[in-house]
């Protein structure tokens, strides 16, 4: 567990550089005289800006919760709910900001291809990868966690109940 939030903690702080950099600099640049964004007003901006506070903020939200798990102080109660608990919503976050980050890179490029739909259709596919990749690597350990900590639990303790009668 601590391994998985290790990796997971630069993963995230990664993610937090990149986000912020993006929000001072906004794709297509701003005006001269008044710093506005150019492309403003549009709506794919809006997507980007809102996916990209989105990425920001889940992904400091991740961090900081996994530097909570690194920190735990594992008394042995911890191990069966309270630990496991933490990493399914850290992980959660974690899926949520590597969303939101591709979105808001596909909301770049639709901004600066400008309607070249042969070059903005698969560079956004390609997009998805790293999001697969992570759902398909990360998805089992999260649904093994879930299992073991709110069912696995519950089924031991009816098993104890019946062999006693």
Same mark, same amino acid.
């Given at each position: ?46 997507? @980007?800006?809102?996916?990209? =506070? ?6 400091? !939200?991740?961090?900081? +919760?996994?530097? #909570?798990? /690194? ?23 974690? @899926?949520?900001?590597?969303? =939101? ?6 909301? !770049?490029?639709?901004? +600066?291809?400008? #309607?070249? /739909? ?45 062999? /006693?009668?």
């Amino acid at each position: 567990m601590k391994e998985t939030a290790s990796s997971c903690t630069v993963v995230g702080a990664l993610i937090i550089t990149i986000m912020f950099a993006g929000a001072f600099t906004v794709p297509g640049g701003n005006f001269q005289d008044s710093g506005h964004p150019i492309f403003g007003r549009k709506k794919v901006f809006i997507t @980007f800006i809102v996916s990209d =506070a989105i990425a920001l903020f889940s992904s400091s !939200t991740s961090v900081f +919760m996994f530097l #909570g798990i /690194l920190t735990s102080r594992y008394a042995e109660d911890d191990f069966l709910i309270s630990l496991p608990r933490k990493l399914i919503i850290r992980l959660s976050s974690l @899926f949520m900001s590597i969303v =939101a980050m591709m979105i808001a890179f596909c909301a !770049t490029i639709i901004i +600066m291809l400008r #309607g070249r /739909l042969s070059v903005i259709v698969p560079v956004c596919l390609l997009a998805g990868i790293p999001v697969f990749l992570f759902m398909v690597l990360q998805f089992p350990l999260l649904v093994e966690i879930f299992n073991s900590t709110y069912f696995g639990i519950f089924s031991k303790k009816k098993k104890a109940k019946y062999r /006693l009668e």
